[in-house]
């Protein structure tokens, strides 16, 4: 089999090991559920797929968010050649959002609709349609906005997780909180 076609098993499995770590399972935890879901077996390698599959949809109902591809949308451009600004803050930020499973799509395409949505009000309804055209005042804006919205998705991922996180947390604070519980995650 090439590395080019379709494999279903080894989607599965990944994606259940994205979940593991997604809901922050340690490796007791891990094999447990495995084996409740699993039908008794606590590796996934010695799965079929229906169990696969079994264990996928329970890691669902205990919160596991899978992240769909960007699909179609065009991806970033990387922020080595491009400015070091809010622009490329926004970006970053774009994306660790995506990765962290807070969007669904974090295509440049998808920030580009946000940016415009975001901006539409201040600009005469039209909004600013590509996020390298914001300068000024409309990029400091439109990055507070995006923290704004990451700092209620870091909150409300840490309270979910049973952590009690202090309303009045910077996101700085959620931000450095939140990864030291996910580690090296993203």
């Known amino acids: 089999m090439t590395q080019t076609q379709y494999n279903p098993r080894r989607q599965l499995v990944t994606k259940i090991h994205i979940a593991r770590t997604q809901l922050g399972m340690d490796e007791e935890s891990y094999r447990a559920n ?18 696969l599959e079994a264990v996928l949809e329970a890691f669902k109902q205990l919160g596991f ?3 769909k591809k960007a699909g179609k949308g065009r991806l970033s451009p990387s922020t080595a050649d491009g400015p070091k600004d809010e622009r490329s803050a926004i970006r970053a930020l774009w994306i660790f959002m995506h990765r962290a499973g807070f969007i669904n799509d974090g295509s440049e395409t998808a920030l580009n609709s946000w940016v415009q949505r975001m901006t539409a009000e201040a600009n005469g309804g039209a909004g600013i349609a590509e996020v390298q055209w914001l300068r000024h005042e409309d990029a400091a804006k439109t990055l507070n906005s ?35 519980i996910n580690g090296a995650m993203l």
């Open 146 to 180: 995006l923290k704004r919205w990451a700092r209620r998705c870091l909150f409300e991922d840490l309270k979910k997780r049973g952590y009690q996180p202090e309303p009045k947390d910077s996101y700085n604070q959620l931000l450095k909180r939140w990864e030291r």
């Open 65 to 67: 968010k899978p992240v």
């Open 34 to 51: 495995l084996a409740h879901y699993g039908n008794g077996k606590t590796s996934s390698a010695d799965m079929t797929i229906p169990q």
